[in-house]
């Protein structure tokens, strides 16, 4: 994961790059037409950046016709004019800009889900799906159930089986934080950006698709979901009350208790998947806030019918931040 995130930064600060150099060529001569003609070039080349972007966020428009305004005093002086001081310094303030662009926390590509769905390409598709606010891939507690015994003669407990029957059984969790991201995928699937994602990848896989538009229609309820075909078995099959065990906790401190679960099986196309439901209002009052800084799903079930060699328990939580789940300004959760 960490090399596909600087292979994406790579390229869009070459991107960036490339958006100067450009500009930067543009500008040749010193006469009032050859001026308008640079100043004419960089717009087109803003043009071209907003085209390729699809529909860009305002932010970066504005911060795109901010950087043609820098080019253009700093290459021209106030009054189009290019001063003796000016041209001197040419190289100085060219190193100047390139550096400030490439420390602008908004770059020139943005996020993939600023962009046009139709748009997305692989690498888009799956950082929504694998890295985004609506898919974490941060660190989480990963918790295991274990089962070992305690030897009535020693007193020990062991995870042998020698003389299990006669043992007593001694139940825990092994918690774990190596891995920096969990084998199971969970999704924030009531958000449009996540199921056009979805869509867009089924897409790109199979080019006979990419005639059908994209759509992802309002959802009533708040949906999370966790892909597998090995957790919708656990979960189908959990010896407990999935409305014990699978719960939202707020910012507040307080929790979000599960409305309904359903199940599918996938298809070729799609993967099979767990969908846990959320009520958006309760008594008529919002359940979440779009500005919370924090919330965090938990899931924890145990197969009824263990299969020999699987692992047959589930036990996570992800932590999704609201704040962050937005596109172009507007929450989409």
Not at 9 to 26: D, I, N, P, S, Y
Not at 60 to 82: P, W
Not at 276 to 283: I, L
Not at 320 to 333: C, E, Q, T
Request: proline letters at 7%.
């Amino acid at each position: 994961m960490e090399i596909h995130r600087l292979k994406q930064l790579l390229a869009e600060k070459t991107m960036e790059v490339g958006f100067f150099q450009r500009c930067l060529a543009k500008s040749r001569g010193s006469t009032p037409e050859e001026r308008r003609k640079w100043r004419d070039g960089i717009n087109e080349q803003i043009r071209e950046v907003m085209f390729l972007q699809g529909s860009p966020s305002e932010d970066k428009c504005i911060q795109l016709r901010c950087l043609s305004m820098v080019l253009h005093y700093n290459f021209t002086g106030d009054a189009g004019i290019e001063t003796h001081q000016v041209a001197r310094n040419r190289p100085m303030m060219t190193r100047f800009i390139l550096a400030a662009l490439l420390a602008l926390p908004g770059s020139l590509g943005g996020s993939p889900w600023d962009k046009v769905p139709a748009k997305w390409d692989l690498a888009d598709v799956y950082r929504i799906l694998q890295d985004s606010p609506w898919s974490p891939a941060g660190i989480k507690l990963e918790t295991k159930f274990t089962s070992r015994h305690m030897d009535p003669q020693t007193g020990l407990v062991t995870d042998a089986p020698v003389n299990s029957n006669n043992a007593n059984p001694v139940r825990g969790l092994q918690i774990s934080r190596s891995k920096p991201q969990p084998a199971v995928p969970v999704f924030w699937w009531s958000s449009k950006t996540i199921r056009l994602a979805d869509q867009r990848l089924r897409q790109l896989r199979n080019p006979a698709l990419t005639a059908e538009p994209l759509r992802a229609e309002d959802l009533s309820d708040y949906v999370l979901v966790i892909e597998g075909s090995e957790q919708l078995r656990i979960l189908r099959d959990a010896s407990e009350d999935l409305h014990d065990t699978v719960f939202l906790e707020l910012t507040s401190g307080t929790s979000l208790d599960l409305e309904s679960v359903s199940f599918f099986d996938g298809t070729e196309q799609e993967e099979a998947r767990v969908e846990f439901h959320f009520p958006r209002e309760v008594e008529g009052r919002a359940t979440i806030d779009p500005e919370s800084e924090r919330i965090v799903f938990h899931c924890k079930a145990s197969a009824k019918m263990p299969r020999p060699g699987h692992d047959n328990t589930l036990s996570l939580r992800a932590e999704f931040r609201p704040r962050a789940m937005r596109v172009h300004g507007v929450p989409d959760l």
